[in-house]
């Protein structure tokens, strides 16, 4: 018999290791135990886990990390890429009381750990960092406390304007993150922004006129700012440039991934013949 947990679909690493800690009653859940830095880098603790329920780390890492999203956008090789994030592990009401109901435990999803992705795709609900029923933030919650918590969830959608748009990124999202074509190189997912940017007519003096890029885009999905100020450190688009920053202008640029695909399949030709 199987007494350890096995990762449930996109149930993100660091759920599973701590389902596993609350059944054996090992503590608290330290990032350590689950960090992965790319190309491959994790602690022996991580081991203990991967030996125990046999996985690869090939394997966990494309089915419970952020990695394939990574890959997507052609930054899964540089160690500053964060595929295990720390922060914003956070939740849909509806989808725990779904997994409740269907599988008897609500777990957390590794898309929506992302946190330019404001609701969920599947069923448009804004995303909670804190439990709206006991107030703990989603990080610190004991995965075997939702069977309480979820009886007083409120599953109602909350209608605003930003919220088609921002459904659409987060299928966006996922659609990247399940991609099997995978591996973009970056300097060609970078050509391909740019050349994208420039066709929507975001020029400047023959650049990109990357402020307006970063207005409109504020304007399409909201909050693409820091600190209340519109981030504009996206303007260098290099390889240290953060996963959430290049998945919301990939989005902007293509609305779709089938269009992304297709300029960086345009892409690889235009590199070939030079
Ligand atoms: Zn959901
Ligand atoms: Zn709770």
Known sequence: MHLLPSTLPDEYIGSVIRRKKELF?????????????????YRKTL?????????TLVTLADTATLLPLAKSLGLST??????TPSDSW??????????????GVGYIRRHHLLSSIKVCDLHGLSLDEICPSCNTPIKKHLNSSFHGCAKAFNLNENENKL???????????RELLHCKVHNANFSHVRHAIYNQLRELGYVLEGDIHW????????????EFTHKNKIDFSISQLNPITSLGSITKIAFFAFRTTDAYWQSIRETIDDFNHL
Not at 78 to 83: A, D, G, M, R, S
């Open 211 to 222: 402020k307006n890029v970063c207005v409109d885009l504020n304007n399409y999905l909201g």
């Open 90 to 103: 956070r939740i849909c009401r509806q989808c725990i009381t779904t997994d409740l109901e269907t599988i």
């Open 78 to 83: 540089n160690p500053l890429t964060v595929i």
């Open 47 to 55: 081991t203990c886990f991967i030996r125990e329920s046999n996985p």
């Open 163 to 173: 919220q088609a748009a921002n459904i659409k990124y987060a299928k966006f999202v």
């Open 25 to 41: 009653n090992l503590g608290r859940l330290s990032r350590k135990e689950y960090k992965i830095k790319p190309p491959f880098n």
